[in-house]
């Protein structure tokens, strides 16, 4: 099985900057595109960004220009930096990897447990 582990959330500021963490371990043969999703209180889980394996990435809009994902293959981890955060962006942040287990298996999406971001004064 492949877990994936995120840290990196906490409290902040209006206009203050965080940065998630996301590395997945276990069974890994390849991993493809990565992704950070959100979900506020009362609201549906919605794509903050992804990054495909050669690294080409997509925002959201509410995301672009404040947020940067990375990742880094070596350590099977994808990377959300975020700046001039807002009290909008309060939400439980979700990593997302495409995983493939072996050659010639089945690629599948894990979750990550999710990590809590909240932007208040």
């Known amino acids: 099985q492949v877990q994936l582990v995120e840290s990196g959330g906490g409290l902040v500021q209006p206009g203050g900057s965080l940065r998630l963490s996301c590395a997945a371990s276990?069974?890994?043969?390849?991993?493809?595109?990565m992704g950070w999703y959100r979900q506020a209180p009362g609201k549906q889980r919605e794509l903050v960004a992804t990054i495909t394996s050669d690294g080409r990435t997509n925002y959201a809009d509410s995301a672009k220009g404040r947020f940067t994902i990375s990742r880094d293959n070596a350590k099977n981890a994808v990377y959300l930096q975020m700046n001039s955060l807002e009290p909008e962006d309060t939400a439980v942040y979700y990593c997302n990897e495409g995983v493939l287990d072996r050659r010639g298996g089945t690629w599948r999406g894990y979750w990550g447990q999710g990590t809590q971001v909240t932007v208040s004064s």
């Open positions: 276990g069974k890994i043969f390849s991993i493809g595109g």
